[in-house]
Nanobody, 126 residues
Framework: QQQLVESGGGLVQAGRSLRLACAAS????????MGWFRQAPGKEREFVAH????????YIADSVKGRFTISRDDAKNTVDLQMDSLKPEDTAVYFC???????????????????WGQGTQVTVSS
């Protein structure tokens, strides 16, 4: 069973950057799309970004477009989320997830992801 572990969260001032990393335990990672989601207190889980199995396609949510970038390194079994120009409203627990469709493009729907990490807290102060 795939295990995903996020890292890189923390407390940062508005306008600064953070880079989140998600490490997969199983090498089959390279065949599946990956996604990042976030959940703020009292709110539903929200899609942030996804990337296709081969890294050739990526989709970023409108709320973070132009500030966040998703990338993957199949040699290291990792998928990263670069977050620039952070805002207080970006405060949330961030989760990475592996899509269920082999050779897939990815999805904005949480139901299309099979494996999830435990999450990493990102707090942006104003």
């Amino acid at each position: 069973q795939q295990q995903l572990v996020e890292s890189g969260g923390g407390l940062v001032q508005a306008g600064r950057s953070l880079r989140l990393a998600c490490a997969a335990s199983d090498g089959t990672f390279k065949w599946y799309p990956m996604g990042w989601f976030r959940q703020a207190p009292g709110k539903e889980r929200e899609f942030v970004a996804h990337i296709s199995w081969n890294g050739g396609y990526a989709y970023i949510a409108d709320s973070v477009k132009g500030r966040f970038t998703i990338s993957r390194d199949d040699a290291k079994n990792t998928v990263d989320l670069q977050m620039d120009s952070l805002k207080p409203e970006d405060t949330a627990v961030y989760f990475c997830a592996q899509g269920h469709q082999i050779y897939g493009l990815g999805s904005t729907r949480a139901m299309d992801y099979v494996y999830w990490g435990q999450g990493t807290q990102v707090t942006v102060s104003s």
